[in-house]
C-alpha cells in the first residue's frame, strides 16, 4: 500500500500536508474551512502513476469490497476484501451490469433477474418495487454567457418565462418532483425558501425578445440545445417541450440529443466553442449537502461547468466559504438570490426524486446520497 505521501496531493486551499505516522495525515488550511473533512471524504486516492485522462482502473481503497473484473460497458465484478477493517458485508460477490434502458432495468427486478435497479420511474413497469427517495437532483437549462443572443440578460430572462415548469412536472412527473427556483432542492445548506420559480409568462418572454431585437441583439441566430441521452427517465419529451417553448417566443432552437460521452464535451470547460450559442440541460445533485460545492461548480467565472460570472459575484461566494453556522446559511441563501436577480446564468426547472427497483429478496433503505453513492455493504437480505 502507496504511503500518504506517495497518495496525496494537496486540495484545494490547503496550505500544508503533513504526514504524522503511516495512518495519520495532518492538513493546515489557508483559511478556515468548516467543511474541510466534508470534502476529504470525496478525495479519490489512486496511484501516483494512474492516467490523467483516463478512468481509475486498479483503484487503492480500504473498503469491504475489491474489484475482480471489470468488463468495460458491460459489467463489474466485485468480491469481499479479505483485509476490511469493518465488520464484513453480508455478501460475498457482487455484479453491476449496464442496461441502457429504464424498463429494461425494471424488468430484471419484477423477473427476479436483479436485486437493485437505477434510474428509475413508475412509468417503467417496476409497480410495487419502485421505491422513491430524495436525491437532491435539480434539473435546469444552462446558458452560454459570452455569445448572443444568450450573452443578453433580458434574453435569458425570457427563457426563464418562457418555461411552463408546473406544467412540466404535472405532465411527466407527477409522482414527487417539484417545480425549482435555485440550483440546491431544500435541506441543503444555503437553500434559499424564500426565493419563487419563475412565472410562467410567455407574453413577458416575448416582449422581452422583441424589446432585444429592436436593440440590435441576433434574436434570430440558431442556439443549440444540447440534451443528453437516457441521463434521466423522459428527457427527451421534457426536451422537445422546452424547443417548443422557446419557438414560441421568438427563439431558433435546434435540439441535439447525445450520448453521454459527445455531451461532457458541453457540459465541463474546456468547453465546445464553434457552434455558437448553446444552452445545455443539466441535472445536477448535491448529496453533500452544503452550497459551496453547487456554486463553486457552476457560478464561480472560472468554475469547471460555469461559462460566465462577474467579479463581484466571485467576490460573494469568496466571503461564503469560511463561514459556518448561521452565517452560512445567510451568505448563501443571499447567493442564491443574486443569481436569479443580477446572472440567470440557468432556467431552474425541477428538483427530482430518485426511484429504486428493489427485489423482495433484499432490504435497502435509499438515502439522498444513494443516486452516487449506493453501499452495497448496507444491503442486507429479506
Not at 479479505?82 to 453491476?96: C, S
Not at 453533500?288 to 461548480?297: E, H, I, K, N, T
Not at 446559511?329 to 427530482?352: D, G, L, P, T
Amino acid at each position: 500500500m502507496p504511503s500518504f505521501a506517495q497518495l496525496l496531493h494537496s486540495p484545494p486551499g490547503c496550505h500544508g500536508l503533513d504526514v504524522v505516522n503511516d495512518t495519520t495525515l495532518k492538513i493546515t488550511t489557508e483559511e478556515p474551512d468548516p467543511i474541510l473533512p466534508l470534502k476529504l471524504s470525496f478525495i479519490e486516492i489512486v496511484s501516483p502513476a494512474t492516467s490523467d485522462t483516463e478512468k481509475v482502473r486498479e483503484p487503492a481503497g480500504t473498503g469491504p469490497y475489491e474489484i475482480a473484473n471489470w468488463s468495460s460497458g458491460n459489467n463489474i465484478r466485485l468480491t469481499q476484501f479479505a483485509d476490511y477493517w469493518g465488520d464484513k458485508p453480508e455478501f460475498p460477490n457482487v455484479e453491476y451490469v449496464w442496461r441502457g434502458e429504464a424498463t429494461v432495468r425494471a424488468a430484471m427486478i419484477t423477473n427476479g433477474e436483479a436485486d437493485i435497479a437505477t434510474g428509475l420511474s413508475q412509468d417503467d413497469g417496476i409497480g410495487d418495487y419502485g421505491v422513491p427517495y430524495p436525491n437532491n437532483e435539480t434539473v435546469a437549462v444552462r446558458f452560454q454567457g459570452n455569445v448572443a443572443p444568450l450573452d443578453d440578460i433580458r434574453i435569458r430572462q425570457a427563457i426563464n418565462y418562457a418555461i411552463d415548469k408546473q406544467g412540466i412536472v404535472d405532465a411527466l412527473y407527477p409522482n414527487g418532483d417539484q417545480v425549482a427556483a435555485q440550483i440546491i432542492p431544500e435541506g441543503v445548506v444555503g437553500h434559499n425558501p424564500d426565493l419563487e420559480p419563475w412565472p410562467f409568462d410567455p407574453e413577458k418572454a416575448s416582449q422581452l425578445v422583441e424589446e432585444a431585437r429592436a436593440d440590435g441583439v441576433p434574436v434570430d441566430t440558431e442556439i443549440q440545445l444540447v440534451v443528453r441521452t437516457a441521463q434521466f427517465p423522459k428527457i427527451q419529451e421534457m426536451a422537445e417541450i422546452l424547443q417548443g417553448e422557446f419557438a414560441e417566443i421568438g427563439l431558433n432552437v435546434n435540439l441535439q440529443m447525445l450520448e453521454t460521452a459527445q455531451h461532457l464535451e458541453y457540459q465541463t470547460a474546456p468547453f465546445v466553442t464553434n457552434q455558437g450559442p448553446i444552452m445545455l440541460l443539466i441535472q445536477h445533485g448535491n448529496q453533500a449537502g452544503d452550497a459551496q460545492f453547487s456554486v463553486d461548480q457552476y457560478f464561480l467565472s472560472d468554475g469547471p461547468q460555469s461559462e460566465f460570472g462577474t467579479d463581484e459575484f466571485d467576490a460573494m461566494m469568496d466571503a461564503a466559504r469560511p463561514l459556518s453556522g448561521d452565517e452560512r446559511e445567510a451568505a448563501y441563501e443571499e447567493i442564491m438570490n443574486y443569481e436569479v436577480e443580477s446572472i440567470v446564468q440557468m432556467a431552474f426547472i425541477s428538483h427530482q426524486p430518485g426511484m429504486l427497483g428493489i427485489s423482495d429478496r433484499i432490504n435497502y433503505t435509499p438515502n439522498s446520497a444513494s443516486g452516487d453513492e449506493l453501499r452495497i455493504s448496507t444491503v442486507t437480505s429479506a
